[in-house]
T-cell receptor, first 108, second 115 residues
C-alpha cells in the first residue's frame, strides 16, 4: 500500500458546524478505506471507495475519491458530539496502509 | 460475541522477557492481519495471513517478532527479548476475501507495556 498523508492532524469543531478532512498520496491509490477510532477504542470501518471520482454518503458524512485516485476527503455536516474520535484513511492493496489520522474534538 | 477477540487485553512485562498474544478472528474470515499502534499514530502493518500462509511481513519488523496461524483459524504473535520501544497497542484484524468486500474488522487490541 501507498503512504497516505492526512490533514489536518487535529480538528476542533463547534457543534453544528461542518468540517472536512483530507487524505493525500503522491502516487495512485488502489482503493481507499476510511475508519473511525473512538478514544480508547479500536478502528471501525466506515466506507470503501474504489472508482475514480466516486462519492458516497452516509447520513451526515460524505466521502469522495479524487479523479486521479491520489486523494480522498471526508466531509461531516452539522457536527455532533458523537463525531468525536480519530478518522483514518487507508490505502488497501491486500493490506491497509494507514495515515496518521485526523483527531476531532467537538465544542458543545 | 462473533467479533475479533484478542487476549490478553493488557500485558506488562520486563525488558528482555518474551510475550505472546493471541487473536481469534471472525470464523468465516480467511485473512488475518497484525498491526501495531502507538499514541497519535495510525495502525502500522506488521504481517498478514491468508488462511495458514503468512503472505507478507513488514520490512520494519525485526526478527524478534514472529507470528503463526497454524490451522488457519486463531493466530499468535510472539515478541522475543522485549524492548521498551515495543510498548504499543497490538491490533489484530480479520477480513473476508470474497468479491469486493475487503472491510477489516479489528479486535480490541492488546496493550503491551515494557518496563
Amino acid at each position: 500500500g501507498q503512504q497516505v498523508m492526512q490533514i489536518p492532524q487535529y480538528q476542533h469543531v463547534q457543534e453544528g458546524e461542518d468540517f472536512t478532512t483530507y487524505c493525500n498520496s503522491s502516487t495512485t491509490l488502489s482503493n481507499i478505506q476510511w475508519y473511525k477510532q473512538r478514544p480508547g477504542g479500536h478502528p471501525v470501518f466506515l466506507i470503501q471507495l474504489v472508482k475514480s471520482g466516486e462519492v458516497k454518503k452516509q447520513k451526515r458524512l460524505t466521502f469522495q475519491f479524487g479523479e486521479a485516485k491520489k486523494n480522498s476527503s471526508l466531509h461531516i455536516t452539522a457536527t455532533q458530539t458523537t463525531d468525536v474520535g480519530t478518522y483514518f484513511c487507508a490505502d488497501y492493496d491486500y493490506k491497509l496502509s494507514f495515515g496518521a489520522g485526523t483527531t476531532v474534538t467537538v465544542r458543545a | 460475541d462473533t467479533g475479533v477477540s484478542q487476549d490478553p487485553r493488557h500485558k506488562i512485562t520486563k525488558r528482555g522477557q518474551n510475550v505472546t498474544f493471541r487473536c481469534d478472528p471472525i470464523s468465516e474470515h480467511n485473512r488475518l492481519y497484525w498491526y501495531r499502534q502507538t499514541l497519535g499514530q495510525g495502525p502500522e502493518f506488521l504481517t498478514y495471513f491468508q488462511n495458514e500462509a503468512q503472505l507478507e511481513k513488514s520490512r520494519l519488523l525485526s526478527d524478534r517478532f514472529s507470528a503463526e496461524r497454524p490451522k488457519g483459524s486463531f493466530s499468535t504473535l510472539e515478541i522475543q527479548r522485549t524492548e521498551q520501544g515495543d510498548s504499543a497497542m497490538y491490533l489484530c484484524a480479520s477480513s473476508p476475501t470474497t468479491g469486493m468486500n475487503t472491510e477489516a474488522f479489528f479486535g480490541q487490541g492488546t496493550r503491551l507495556t515494557v518496563v
